[in-house]
Protein backbone atom coordinates (compact mmCIF):
# COMPACT_ATOMS: atom_id res chain seq x y z
CA UNK A 1 0.00 0.00 0.00
CA UNK A 2 1.14 3.39 -0.85
CA UNK A 3 1.99 5.58 2.29
CA UNK A 4 -0.16 8.55 2.65
CA UNK A 5 0.07 11.83 0.80
CA UNK A 6 -0.23 15.08 2.36
CA UNK A 7 -0.31 19.09 1.04
CA UNK A 8 2.27 21.28 2.99
CA UNK A 9 3.40 24.44 1.05
CA UNK A 10 6.97 25.26 2.90
CA UNK A 11 9.00 21.98 3.93
CA UNK A 12 12.45 21.98 4.77
CA UNK A 13 14.98 19.05 3.29
CA UNK A 14 15.31 17.15 6.26
CA UNK A 15 15.10 17.50 9.76
CA UNK A 16 12.18 16.92 12.31
CA UNK A 17 8.91 18.97 11.74
CA UNK A 18 5.46 20.40 13.77
CA UNK A 19 2.41 19.42 11.34
CA UNK A 20 -0.59 21.59 12.87
CA UNK A 21 -3.91 21.97 11.98
CA UNK A 22 -6.04 20.92 8.97
CA UNK A 23 -3.47 18.25 8.18
CA UNK A 24 -2.31 16.93 11.20
CA UNK A 25 -6.27 16.13 12.48
CA UNK A 26 -6.27 14.63 8.58
CA UNK A 27 -3.42 12.16 9.68
CA UNK A 28 -4.83 11.46 13.01
CA UNK A 29 -8.33 11.45 12.63
CA UNK A 30 -9.04 10.24 9.28
CA UNK A 31 -5.36 8.16 7.75
CA UNK A 32 -5.39 7.13 11.66
CA UNK A 33 -1.49 7.26 11.10
CA UNK A 34 0.50 5.91 14.31
CA UNK A 35 4.22 6.53 15.32
CA UNK A 36 6.50 4.79 13.18
CA UNK A 37 4.19 5.28 10.63
CA UNK A 38 5.10 6.51 7.22
CA UNK A 39 3.84 9.06 5.29
CA UNK A 40 4.35 11.98 1.89
CA UNK A 41 4.55 15.51 1.99
CA UNK A 42 4.46 17.03 -1.55
CA UNK A 43 4.71 21.21 -1.33
CA UNK A 44 2.58 21.73 -4.48
CA UNK A 45 5.84 23.29 -6.53
CA UNK A 46 7.65 19.74 -7.16
CA UNK A 47 9.01 18.61 -4.10
CA UNK A 48 8.08 15.02 -2.59
CA UNK A 49 9.44 14.34 0.91
CA UNK A 50 9.17 10.95 3.11
CA UNK A 51 8.66 11.35 6.65
CA UNK A 52 7.98 9.36 9.85
CA UNK A 53 5.44 10.19 12.76
CA UNK A 54 7.52 10.95 15.64
CA UNK A 55 5.15 11.33 18.13
CA UNK A 56 1.55 13.10 18.76
CA UNK A 57 1.31 16.21 20.80
CA UNK A 58 -1.52 18.57 21.55
CA UNK A 59 0.34 21.05 19.07
CA UNK A 60 0.22 19.05 16.76
CA UNK A 61 2.23 15.68 15.38
CA UNK A 62 5.92 15.95 14.94
CA UNK A 63 7.50 13.99 12.08
CA UNK A 64 10.85 13.31 10.54
CA UNK A 65 11.73 13.76 7.54
CA UNK A 66 13.70 10.94 6.03
CA UNK A 67 14.28 12.13 2.20
CA UNK A 68 13.67 14.87 -0.01
CA UNK A 69 13.37 14.55 -4.39
CA UNK A 70 12.24 17.00 -7.20
CA UNK A 71 9.77 15.94 -9.71
CA UNK A 72 6.21 15.09 -10.45
CA UNK A 73 4.57 12.87 -13.33
CA UNK A 74 3.75 15.70 -15.70
CA UNK A 75 2.82 15.89 -19.26
CA UNK A 76 5.34 16.79 -22.15
CA UNK A 77 2.76 20.04 -23.00
CA UNK A 78 2.10 22.61 -20.41
CA UNK A 79 -1.82 23.19 -20.53
CA UNK A 80 -3.65 26.26 -19.17
CA UNK A 81 -7.40 26.07 -19.15
CA UNK A 82 -9.77 28.67 -19.18
CA UNK A 83 -13.15 27.81 -18.26
CA UNK A 84 -16.01 28.77 -17.96
CA UNK A 85 -17.72 27.92 -13.86
CA UNK A 86 -19.49 24.73 -14.22
CA UNK A 87 -22.57 24.66 -11.63
CA UNK A 88 -21.94 23.40 -7.73
CA UNK A 89 -19.98 19.85 -7.78
CA UNK A 90 -18.98 19.86 -11.54
CA UNK A 91 -17.27 22.84 -10.88
CA UNK A 92 -15.53 20.32 -8.25
CA UNK A 93 -15.66 17.57 -10.41
CA UNK A 94 -14.08 19.49 -13.21
CA UNK A 95 -10.88 20.82 -11.35
CA UNK A 96 -10.08 17.32 -10.07
CA UNK A 97 -10.12 15.93 -13.44
CA UNK A 98 -8.02 18.43 -14.56
CA UNK A 99 -5.79 18.67 -11.85
CA UNK A 100 -5.50 14.12 -12.62
CA UNK A 101 -5.40 14.93 -16.24
CA UNK A 102 -2.02 16.98 -15.99
CA UNK A 103 -3.48 20.65 -16.60
CA UNK A 104 -1.41 23.56 -15.46
CA UNK A 105 -2.84 26.14 -14.98
CA UNK A 106 -6.63 26.85 -14.25
CA UNK A 107 -8.30 30.30 -15.25
CA UNK A 108 -11.92 30.54 -14.20
CA UNK A 109 -13.52 32.45 -16.94
CA UNK A 110 -16.55 35.13 -16.53
CA UNK A 111 -18.46 34.66 -19.20
CA UNK A 112 -21.56 36.89 -19.80
CA UNK A 113 -23.71 33.98 -20.23
CA UNK A 114 -22.15 31.72 -17.62
CA UNK A 115 -22.12 31.37 -13.81
CA UNK A 116 -20.32 33.40 -11.07
CA UNK A 117 -17.48 31.49 -9.24
CA UNK A 118 -17.49 29.90 -6.39
CA UNK A 119 -14.83 30.51 -3.53
CA UNK A 120 -11.43 30.30 -4.66
CA UNK A 121 -9.87 28.92 -1.39
CA UNK A 122 -12.64 25.77 -2.09
CA UNK A 123 -11.23 25.51 -5.78
CA UNK A 124 -7.84 25.62 -4.41
CA UNK A 125 -8.83 22.93 -2.27
CA UNK A 126 -10.47 20.69 -4.50
CA UNK A 127 -6.83 20.83 -6.70
CA UNK A 128 -4.74 19.78 -4.13
CA UNK A 129 -6.89 16.84 -2.90
CA UNK A 130 -6.95 15.56 -6.57
CA UNK A 131 -2.60 15.68 -6.62
CA UNK A 132 -2.92 14.06 -2.84
CA UNK A 133 -4.75 11.09 -4.64
CA UNK A 134 -3.00 11.11 -7.92
CA UNK A 135 0.70 11.49 -6.96
CA UNK A 136 1.37 14.85 -8.74
CA UNK A 137 3.58 16.97 -6.78
CA UNK A 138 2.59 19.77 -8.65
CA UNK A 139 -0.66 21.55 -8.13
CA UNK A 140 -2.20 23.68 -10.88
CA UNK A 141 -1.97 27.36 -10.85
CA UNK A 142 -5.41 29.03 -9.95
CA UNK A 143 -5.44 32.78 -11.16
CA UNK A 144 -8.42 34.75 -10.12
CA UNK A 145 -11.71 35.10 -12.71
CA UNK A 146 -11.06 36.90 -15.38
CA UNK A 147 -13.74 38.23 -17.72
CA UNK A 148 -13.31 36.81 -21.38
CA UNK A 149 -11.37 40.13 -22.40
CA UNK A 150 -8.75 39.89 -20.25
CA UNK A 151 -8.55 36.19 -20.99
CA UNK A 152 -8.02 37.32 -24.40
CA UNK A 153 -5.22 39.07 -23.42
CA UNK A 154 -3.27 36.08 -22.13
CA UNK A 155 -4.07 33.94 -24.80
CA UNK A 156 -0.46 34.86 -26.65
CA UNK A 157 1.49 33.54 -23.91
CA UNK A 158 0.89 29.75 -24.64
CA UNK A 159 1.91 28.24 -28.69
CA UNK A 160 -2.04 27.31 -29.54
CA UNK A 161 -4.95 28.59 -27.96
CA UNK A 162 -8.48 26.54 -28.66
CA UNK A 163 -11.82 27.42 -28.23
CA UNK A 164 -14.13 24.70 -27.37
CA UNK A 165 -17.37 27.00 -28.55
CA UNK A 166 -19.96 24.35 -30.13
CA UNK A 167 -20.39 26.42 -33.76
CA UNK A 168 -20.36 25.56 -37.33
CA UNK A 169 -17.02 26.67 -37.78
CA UNK A 170 -14.82 24.21 -35.29
CA UNK A 171 -12.64 21.60 -36.44
CA UNK A 172 -11.61 18.61 -34.80
CA UNK A 173 -9.11 18.88 -32.26
CA UNK A 174 -6.56 16.42 -33.92
CA UNK A 175 -6.78 18.32 -37.28
CA UNK A 176 -5.96 21.23 -35.32
CA UNK A 177 -3.14 20.07 -33.62
CA UNK A 178 -1.50 18.54 -36.42
CA UNK A 179 -1.76 22.22 -38.26
CA UNK A 180 0.41 23.35 -35.44
CA UNK A 181 3.00 20.64 -34.44
CA UNK A 182 5.18 23.08 -32.89
CA UNK A 183 3.28 24.04 -30.14
CA UNK A 184 4.36 22.97 -26.62
CA UNK A 185 1.84 24.95 -24.43
CA UNK A 186 -1.44 24.81 -25.67
CA UNK A 187 -4.28 27.18 -24.05
CA UNK A 188 -7.76 25.74 -24.14
CA UNK A 189 -10.81 28.13 -23.15
CA UNK A 190 -14.00 26.24 -22.49
CA UNK A 191 -17.85 28.26 -23.04
CA UNK A 192 -20.39 28.28 -20.75
CA UNK A 193 -23.62 26.17 -21.20
CA UNK A 194 -25.17 29.03 -23.43
CA UNK A 195 -22.03 29.57 -25.39
CA UNK A 196 -19.69 32.47 -25.59
CA UNK A 197 -21.63 35.39 -26.65
CA UNK A 198 -21.18 36.76 -30.40
CA UNK A 199 -19.41 39.47 -29.24
CA UNK A 200 -16.77 37.11 -26.36
CA UNK A 201 -16.44 34.67 -29.50
CA UNK A 202 -15.12 37.43 -31.87
CA UNK A 203 -13.03 38.82 -29.29
CA UNK A 204 -11.19 35.50 -28.56
CA UNK A 205 -10.82 34.54 -32.30
CA UNK A 206 -9.36 37.73 -32.91
CA UNK A 207 -6.67 37.34 -29.89
CA UNK A 208 -6.04 34.00 -31.84
CA UNK A 209 -8.08 31.41 -30.68
CA UNK A 210 -8.81 28.60 -33.12
CA UNK A 211 -12.11 26.82 -33.02
CA UNK A 212 -12.25 23.20 -32.25
CA UNK A 213 -14.25 20.65 -31.29
CA UNK A 214 -13.73 17.12 -29.89
CA UNK A 215 -17.42 15.43 -30.49
CA UNK A 216 -20.26 15.97 -32.64
CA UNK A 217 -22.26 16.44 -29.61
CA UNK A 218 -23.08 19.51 -27.36
CA UNK A 219 -21.24 19.21 -24.18
CA UNK A 220 -21.54 20.32 -20.75
CA UNK A 221 -18.89 22.81 -19.76
CA UNK A 222 -17.52 20.04 -17.61
CA UNK A 223 -17.92 17.56 -20.29
CA UNK A 224 -16.24 19.65 -22.63
CA UNK A 225 -13.17 20.52 -20.53
CA UNK A 226 -12.25 17.29 -19.35
CA UNK A 227 -12.77 16.01 -22.94
CA UNK A 228 -10.26 18.60 -24.04
CA UNK A 229 -7.62 18.00 -21.37
CA UNK A 230 -8.09 14.36 -22.12
CA UNK A 231 -7.58 14.64 -25.84
CA UNK A 232 -5.07 17.03 -25.78
CA UNK A 233 -3.12 15.29 -23.21
CA UNK A 234 -3.35 11.77 -25.34
CA UNK A 235 -2.03 13.47 -28.11
CA UNK A 236 1.45 14.78 -26.45
CA UNK A 237 1.93 11.71 -24.31
CA UNK A 238 2.46 9.70 -28.24
CA UNK A 239 5.02 12.79 -28.86
CA UNK A 240 6.60 12.35 -25.43
CA UNK A 241 6.86 8.33 -26.15
CA UNK A 242 8.22 8.95 -29.66
CA UNK A 243 10.67 11.35 -28.22
CA UNK A 244 12.43 9.03 -25.86
CA UNK A 245 12.72 6.29 -28.29
CA UNK B 1 -34.80 27.77 -25.46
CA UNK B 2 -34.66 24.04 -26.43
CA UNK B 3 -37.90 22.67 -25.43
CA UNK B 4 -37.94 20.06 -22.87
CA UNK B 5 -36.59 16.49 -23.27
CA UNK B 6 -38.45 13.34 -21.74
CA UNK B 7 -38.02 9.73 -21.66
CA UNK B 8 -40.39 7.24 -22.85
CA UNK B 9 -39.67 3.82 -24.11
CA UNK B 10 -42.83 3.37 -26.23
CA UNK B 11 -43.96 5.99 -28.40
CA UNK B 12 -46.32 5.99 -31.14
CA UNK B 13 -45.18 8.14 -34.55
CA UNK B 14 -48.22 10.46 -34.13
CA UNK B 15 -51.70 11.01 -32.33
CA UNK B 16 -52.58 11.57 -28.61
CA UNK B 17 -51.08 9.94 -25.79
CA UNK B 18 -51.04 10.04 -21.69
CA UNK B 19 -48.11 10.09 -19.89
CA UNK B 20 -48.20 8.81 -16.26
CA UNK B 21 -45.92 8.56 -13.58
CA UNK B 22 -42.47 10.08 -12.83
CA UNK B 23 -42.36 11.78 -16.34
CA UNK B 24 -45.85 13.56 -15.50
CA UNK B 25 -44.23 14.44 -12.05
CA UNK B 26 -41.31 15.79 -13.78
CA UNK B 27 -43.20 18.41 -16.29
CA UNK B 28 -45.74 19.13 -14.09
CA UNK B 29 -43.22 20.06 -11.15
CA UNK B 30 -40.03 20.32 -12.13
CA UNK B 31 -40.38 21.58 -15.44
CA UNK B 32 -44.15 23.17 -14.97
CA UNK B 33 -45.38 22.89 -18.46
CA UNK B 34 -47.98 23.98 -19.58
CA UNK B 35 -51.56 22.96 -21.59
CA UNK B 36 -50.17 24.77 -25.01
CA UNK B 37 -46.09 24.32 -24.23
CA UNK B 38 -43.64 22.23 -26.32
CA UNK B 39 -41.61 19.33 -25.63
CA UNK B 40 -39.49 16.92 -27.19
CA UNK B 41 -39.63 12.69 -26.60
CA UNK B 42 -36.90 10.40 -27.52
CA UNK B 43 -37.54 6.77 -27.05
CA UNK B 44 -33.87 5.74 -26.50
CA UNK B 45 -33.33 3.51 -29.53
CA UNK B 46 -33.07 6.51 -31.81
CA UNK B 47 -36.40 8.21 -32.48
CA UNK B 48 -37.17 11.49 -30.95
CA UNK B 49 -41.05 13.36 -30.96
CA UNK B 50 -42.39 17.11 -30.76
CA UNK B 51 -45.73 17.15 -29.02
CA UNK B 52 -47.73 19.57 -27.09
CA UNK B 53 -49.43 19.53 -23.69
CA UNK B 54 -53.18 19.05 -24.41
CA UNK B 55 -54.16 19.30 -20.35
CA UNK B 56 -53.12 17.73 -17.43
CA UNK B 57 -55.60 15.40 -15.53
CA UNK B 58 -55.64 13.37 -12.24
CA UNK B 59 -54.41 10.38 -14.32
CA UNK B 60 -51.07 11.95 -15.72
CA UNK B 61 -50.76 14.69 -18.83
CA UNK B 62 -52.33 14.47 -22.51
CA UNK B 63 -50.33 15.46 -24.90
CA UNK B 64 -50.51 15.63 -28.92
CA UNK B 65 -47.43 14.29 -30.93
CA UNK B 66 -46.96 16.50 -33.76
CA UNK B 67 -43.76 15.24 -35.74
CA UNK B 68 -41.90 12.24 -35.28
CA UNK B 69 -38.37 11.81 -36.79
CA UNK B 70 -35.55 9.12 -36.65
CA UNK B 71 -31.99 10.30 -35.89
CA UNK B 72 -29.49 10.53 -32.99
CA UNK B 73 -26.12 13.15 -32.84
CA UNK B 74 -23.37 9.90 -32.52
CA UNK B 75 -20.03 9.01 -32.94
CA UNK B 76 -18.43 7.43 -36.60
CA UNK B 77 -17.11 4.90 -34.14
CA UNK B 78 -18.80 2.52 -31.65
CA UNK B 79 -17.73 2.28 -28.57
CA UNK B 80 -18.16 -0.39 -25.59
CA UNK B 81 -17.01 0.57 -22.28
CA UNK B 82 -16.02 -2.01 -20.19
CA UNK B 83 -15.37 -0.51 -16.80
CA UNK B 84 -14.62 -1.21 -13.22
CA UNK B 85 -16.98 -0.23 -10.94
CA UNK B 86 -15.88 3.59 -9.61
CA UNK B 87 -17.02 4.39 -5.53
CA UNK B 88 -20.34 5.93 -5.39
CA UNK B 89 -20.74 9.64 -7.11
CA UNK B 90 -18.07 8.86 -8.97
CA UNK B 91 -19.37 6.09 -11.07
CA UNK B 92 -22.87 8.36 -11.49
CA UNK B 93 -20.34 10.50 -13.10
CA UNK B 94 -18.70 8.14 -15.06
CA UNK B 95 -21.92 7.16 -16.35
CA UNK B 96 -23.25 10.75 -17.38
CA UNK B 97 -19.80 11.58 -18.94
CA UNK B 98 -19.98 8.08 -20.94
CA UNK B 99 -23.51 8.61 -22.56
CA UNK B 100 -22.51 12.56 -23.22
CA UNK B 101 -19.35 11.57 -24.60
CA UNK B 102 -20.93 9.01 -27.11
CA UNK B 103 -20.26 5.64 -25.76
CA UNK B 104 -22.91 2.78 -27.40
CA UNK B 105 -22.28 -0.01 -24.75
CA UNK B 106 -21.34 -0.38 -21.01
CA UNK B 107 -20.60 -3.46 -19.29
CA UNK B 108 -19.93 -2.75 -15.48
CA UNK B 109 -16.57 -5.06 -15.25
CA UNK B 110 -16.50 -6.99 -11.58
CA UNK B 111 -12.97 -7.06 -11.34
CA UNK B 112 -11.24 -9.08 -8.31
CA UNK B 113 -9.48 -6.06 -6.76
CA UNK B 114 -13.12 -3.33 -7.67
CA UNK B 115 -16.22 -2.60 -6.48
CA UNK B 116 -19.36 -4.46 -6.11
CA UNK B 117 -21.48 -2.78 -8.95
CA UNK B 118 -24.72 -0.36 -7.31
CA UNK B 119 -28.03 -1.37 -8.25
CA UNK B 120 -28.50 -1.18 -12.61
CA UNK B 121 -31.76 0.52 -12.64
CA UNK B 122 -30.25 3.60 -10.81
CA UNK B 123 -27.32 3.03 -13.57
CA UNK B 124 -30.19 3.19 -16.63
CA UNK B 125 -31.13 6.37 -15.10
CA UNK B 126 -28.02 8.11 -14.97
CA UNK B 127 -27.45 7.30 -18.41
CA UNK B 128 -31.18 8.18 -19.59
CA UNK B 129 -31.10 11.64 -17.64
CA UNK B 130 -27.34 12.10 -19.77
CA UNK B 131 -29.14 11.34 -22.59
CA UNK B 132 -32.02 14.16 -21.95
CA UNK B 133 -29.94 16.68 -21.47
CA UNK B 134 -27.02 16.55 -23.95
CA UNK B 135 -29.67 15.53 -26.84
CA UNK B 136 -28.80 12.15 -27.67
CA UNK B 137 -31.74 10.14 -28.66
CA UNK B 138 -29.59 6.78 -27.94
CA UNK B 139 -29.44 5.62 -24.91
CA UNK B 140 -26.33 3.63 -24.33
CA UNK B 141 -26.53 -0.05 -23.93
CA UNK B 142 -26.25 -1.09 -20.47
CA UNK B 143 -25.12 -5.08 -19.69
CA UNK B 144 -25.09 -7.07 -16.55
CA UNK B 145 -22.03 -6.19 -14.37
CA UNK B 146 -19.82 -8.95 -15.71
CA UNK B 147 -16.84 -10.68 -14.72
CA UNK B 148 -13.59 -10.44 -16.57
CA UNK B 149 -13.62 -14.05 -17.71
CA UNK B 150 -16.98 -12.96 -19.43
CA UNK B 151 -15.46 -9.88 -20.60
CA UNK B 152 -12.72 -11.23 -22.55
CA UNK B 153 -15.50 -13.33 -23.96
CA UNK B 154 -17.19 -10.29 -25.63
CA UNK B 155 -13.55 -8.39 -26.91
CA UNK B 156 -13.36 -10.13 -30.43
CA UNK B 157 -16.83 -8.65 -31.11
CA UNK B 158 -15.40 -4.86 -31.69
CA UNK B 159 -12.35 -4.70 -34.11
CA UNK B 160 -10.15 -3.42 -31.20
CA UNK B 161 -9.90 -3.86 -27.87
CA UNK B 162 -7.65 -1.42 -25.69
CA UNK B 163 -6.60 -2.76 -21.85
CA UNK B 164 -6.11 1.00 -19.88
CA UNK B 165 -4.27 -0.26 -17.10
CA UNK B 166 -1.18 0.86 -15.62
CA UNK B 167 1.84 -1.01 -16.81
CA UNK B 168 5.61 -0.23 -18.22
CA UNK B 169 4.02 -2.19 -21.34
CA UNK B 170 1.27 0.28 -22.28
CA UNK B 171 1.59 2.38 -25.29
CA UNK B 172 0.24 5.33 -26.15
CA UNK B 173 -3.42 5.35 -27.24
CA UNK B 174 -2.88 7.30 -30.54
CA UNK B 175 -0.25 5.39 -31.48
CA UNK B 176 -2.61 2.03 -30.86
CA UNK B 177 -5.06 3.76 -32.69
CA UNK B 178 -2.62 4.63 -35.81
CA UNK B 179 -1.46 1.01 -36.11
CA UNK B 180 -5.16 0.06 -36.37
CA UNK B 181 -6.62 2.10 -39.19
CA UNK B 182 -9.35 0.64 -40.06
CA UNK B 183 -11.03 -0.14 -36.88
CA UNK B 184 -14.54 0.78 -36.46
CA UNK B 185 -15.74 -0.30 -33.34
CA UNK B 186 -13.81 -0.20 -29.91
CA UNK B 187 -14.01 -1.83 -27.10
CA UNK B 188 -12.28 -0.12 -24.24
CA UNK B 189 -11.11 -1.97 -20.63
CA UNK B 190 -10.39 0.28 -17.54
CA UNK B 191 -9.37 -1.87 -14.33
CA UNK B 192 -9.91 -1.04 -10.94
CA UNK B 193 -7.81 1.36 -9.04
CA UNK B 194 -5.38 -1.26 -7.55
CA UNK B 195 -5.29 -2.40 -11.10
CA UNK B 196 -6.33 -5.62 -12.70
CA UNK B 197 -4.02 -8.45 -11.01
CA UNK B 198 -1.89 -10.40 -13.49
CA UNK B 199 -3.93 -13.14 -14.06
CA UNK B 200 -7.09 -10.86 -15.66
CA UNK B 201 -4.87 -8.63 -17.34
CA UNK B 202 -2.97 -11.91 -19.10
CA UNK B 203 -6.63 -13.12 -19.28
CA UNK B 204 -7.32 -9.91 -21.18
CA UNK B 205 -4.31 -9.91 -23.45
CA UNK B 206 -4.72 -13.49 -24.42
CA UNK B 207 -8.45 -12.59 -25.66
CA UNK B 208 -6.92 -9.49 -27.76
CA UNK B 209 -7.02 -6.61 -25.67
CA UNK B 210 -3.78 -4.10 -26.55
CA UNK B 211 -2.64 -2.07 -23.46
CA UNK B 212 -2.81 1.77 -23.84
CA UNK B 213 -2.24 4.55 -22.28
CA UNK B 214 -3.68 8.29 -22.23
CA UNK B 215 -1.99 9.74 -19.77
CA UNK B 216 1.28 9.19 -17.67
CA UNK B 217 -0.31 9.65 -14.49
CA UNK B 218 -1.83 7.13 -12.84
CA UNK B 219 -5.52 8.04 -13.14
CA UNK B 220 -8.73 6.62 -11.29
CA UNK B 221 -11.42 4.54 -12.41
CA UNK B 222 -13.71 6.97 -14.00
CA UNK B 223 -11.01 9.64 -14.88
CA UNK B 224 -9.37 7.03 -17.36
CA UNK B 225 -12.43 5.94 -18.44
CA UNK B 226 -13.92 9.38 -19.28
CA UNK B 227 -10.12 10.49 -20.64
CA UNK B 228 -10.04 7.18 -22.93
CA UNK B 229 -13.66 7.81 -24.25
CA UNK B 230 -13.03 11.38 -24.74
CA UNK B 231 -9.62 10.67 -26.53
CA UNK B 232 -11.40 7.99 -28.77
CA UNK B 233 -14.10 10.27 -29.61
CA UNK B 234 -11.46 13.07 -30.68
CA UNK B 235 -9.63 10.40 -32.83
CA UNK B 236 -12.80 9.33 -34.77
CA UNK B 237 -14.54 12.82 -34.35
CA UNK B 238 -11.40 13.45 -37.02
CA UNK B 239 -12.06 10.32 -39.08
CA UNK B 240 -15.45 11.35 -39.36
CA UNK B 241 -15.08 14.95 -40.71
CA UNK B 242 -12.22 13.86 -43.24
CA UNK B 243 -14.80 11.69 -44.91
CA UNK B 244 -17.35 14.01 -45.54
CA UNK B 245 -15.17 16.56 -46.87
Not at 14 to 40: Q, T, Y
Not at 209 to 214: C, D, F, G, Q
Request: proline share 7%; net charge positive; aromatic share 4%.
Amino acid sequence: MQPARFFVPDLPDGGKILIKGDEAHHMVRVRRLRPGDLMVFFDGRGRQSEARVEKFGKVGVFLEILHTRRGSPELAVSITLATAIAKGSRMDFLLEKAAELGVGRIVPLLAQRGMVQGSGEHYLRRLREACKQCGRNIVPDLTAPAPVGEVAGMIGESDLALLFDPGPDARPLMEVLRSNPGAKSIFALVGPEGGFTEKEREHLRSAGAVPARVSPAVLRVETAAIAAVAAVAAVFENEAAKQTR
